[in-house]
């Protein structure tokens, strides 16, 4: 673990400078525009300095996220208005409430799906080569399509979102769960039937706990899926609330640091649910004995 | 009420014969094994036809399949264009720019075991973000064209293909690199005869979730600005006119293709990596 702090700072380090040195590229075009306008000159010095400060940046620079993320999280936080609506704390907040609920419906029926692919041959056969090849297809192409359905009966919020979600990361579950459930060797289905064991036993005590790894593993991409689903379901509407809506309103006025600040947001917030997940899967691997 | 009911006689007798022919004495041939499936999508196709029509769900919400075929039928043209725009332009070129430089980046960290460590943990946290969010970026800054969507593309797929060839490059045990150093090997000679091809599963399932990645990619990059053509475009626009069969034609015109796409990469798969435990019958 220590062994690879070192590597991993230096990695993300030259990220960062890498950022830095392409926001003074990339930035500075507008900077010399502007000089020649005021018939100044600029010196190197002071050409870093603006496009490390500009307002509507090309590419905003590191420190300018951090401040603009700071400004609509903790600044409002400690001022007591977290809830406002120029707050990444309620964009986050809608765009996480509609992940999590899709995530429990696309997850605990793609658990179901999964225990009855295992026990009916019939289900087998006829689903899943379909729940495989649904993995091959960009299925998040038909998001708009269910928000604006879903808006004309009368339906908007949380749950058009939450069913993009769902969708999203049922199929990755079912494939894993299948996999998991059919993970126990042949020796050990034997011994139980030699112990006389039921399907029921079978499963509860064999099946489902050999399926946790395979479990927790279609857990963190159905997690990472759900998300991408809420915030692409946030676009169609007209994007009012959430961390796509701020993407999409500042794609249409220019405001990059706007944008970039809702994506490291989003960012922030799926390394905390996929970390999440991550510590629930140590805790329980470890509690059965599975991982050392 | 007739569309309904023959519907429901339809899902009877399509569960029945699945159900028998699963649970029947061919249950394990080949044929029957692509038969189940098949029936099950050709029942649920008609059930869906049949009870859009019995119900008389407005075409609004959810159009009959026959509709939707009728104007997959009628708007060839379009829908080429289309994917001519999204796929070969946006998603193909990302792809192969995307997949392309991440092998050659993994082949390059492969030498540098500080580098590997490093990269690793950073690309697999990268992998699971919602990059699709750079999407808006990315259009600002490569235009509306299909440029950008591209861009979009390779930002999807570099890290995925990256951590994917980076460990297939360590898939060589200590035996078969001692053996090609009593070879006297030099390093590509290595790289070339025992290496990558060692690294050709891990790499193939590297470009094989690529494929989906890539499509994904360009259809929502067109949520964000397109010229107008474009299966993203197509859909975010007929939506907002309430043309669902039209939006139901350019979602098939994307499963095929991202079918066929991923299909062609497992195909190649399969002729390079015949070796593989995997890979025999």
């Known amino acids: ?292 | 009420m007739m569309w309904i009911v023959s519907s429901l006689v339809v899902w009877a007798a399509g569960s029945w014969v699945n159900y028998r022919l699963a649970n029947g004495a061919f249950s394990a041939t080949r044929l029957v094994k692509l038969a189940v499936p098949f029936l099950f999508g050709v029942t649920i196709i008609a059930v869906w036809e049949g009870l859009v029509r019995g119900l008389s769900v407005p075409h609004v919400i959810l159009p009959p399949p026959s509709a939707i075929a009728v104007r997959f039928a009628a708007s060839l043209d379009i829908l080429w264009v289309d994917f001519v725009q999204t796929f070969i332009k946006g998603a193909m070129s990302g792809y192969i720019i995307g997949c392309g430089a991440a092998f050659v980046i993994a082949v390059l960290i492969d030498r540098s075991p500080f580098l590997q460590r490093g990269l690793l943990p950073v690309g697999n946290f990268i992998a699971a973000l919602p990059i699709v969010g750079t999407a808006p970026i990315l259009v600002m800054w490569f235009g509306f064209d299909w440029q950008s969507k591209a861009a979009v593309v390779v930002a999807m797929v570099f890290f995925p293909m990256l951590v994917n060839t980076v460990q297939g490059l360590a898939a060589t045990d200590k035996m078969q690199r001692d053996l090609m150093a009593t070879y006297s090997a030099s390093y590509w000679q290595t790289l070339i005869k025992l290496r990558l091809p060692a690294a050709m599963p891990a790499v193939f399932n590297g470009l094989k979730i690529a494929t989906t990645l890539a499509l994904i990619g360009a259809i929502v990059a067109e949520f964000f600005g397109s010229p107008i053509k474009g299966m993203g475009f197509r859909i975010s626009t007929e939506v907002g006119k309430l043309g669902l069969d039209m939006v139901w034609a350019e979602i098939t015109v994307a499963a095929l293709a991202g079918s066929a796409f991923y299909g062609a990469v497992a195909l190649i798969e399969k002729g390079v990596t015949f070796w593989h435990p995997s890979q025999r019958g």
Do not use: C
């Not at chain 1, 306008?37 to 600029?42: K, P, S, V």
């Open chain 1, 1 to 292: 673990m220590m062994r690879s702090v070192l590597p991993i700072l230096t990695v993300v380090t030259a990220l960062v400078l890498l950022w830095y040195g392409a926001a003074i590229s990339m930035n500075s075009k507008w900077a010399q525009d502007q000089a020649a306008r005021a018939g100044l000159d600029l010196s190197f010095t002071e050409l870093v300095a603006d496009t490390w400060s500009q307002d509507r940046p090309r590419l905003p620079a590191p420190h300018q996220v951090v401040q603009e993320l700071w400004k609509s999280t903790g600044e409002m936080a400690l001022k007591g208005r977290a809830f406002s609506k120029r707050s990444l704390i309620f964009h986050g907040w809608i765009t996480l409430s509609a992940t999590m609920l899709g995530f429990v419906i696309g997850t605990g029926a793609g658990i179901l799906l999964a225990v009855g692919i295992v026990h009916y041959r019939v289900m087998d056969m006829s689903v899943m080569p379909w729940a495989i090849a649904s993995q091959t297809i960009p299925i998040i192409a038909i998001a708009p399509m269910i928000i604006v359905v879903l808006n004309s009966i009368g339906i908007q919020g949380l749950v058009p979102k939450a069913i993009i979600s769902a969708y999203l990361s049922f199929f990755p579950v079912v494939v894993g769960m299948v996999k998991g459930l059919r993970s126990p060797s042949i020796d050990q289905l034997d011994l139980l039937r030699t112990y006389n064991a039921g399907t029921g036993a079978t499963f509860w005590k064999l099946r489902l706990p050999s399926s946790m790894p395979y479990l927790f593993t279609s857990l963190k991409i159905g997690m990472a899926a759900s998300l991408v689903g809420a915030i692409v379901g946030e676009l169609p509407t007209g994007a009012i609330r959430g961390l796509g809506a701020r993407m999409l309103t500042g794609s249409y006025y220019g405001q990059t640091i706007q944008i970039w600040s809702a994506l490291i947001a989003a960012a922030i917030l799926a390394a905390l649910l996929v970390g999440t997940i991550g510590l629930i899967q140590r805790a329980t691997l470890k509690r059965m004995g599975m991982q050392p």
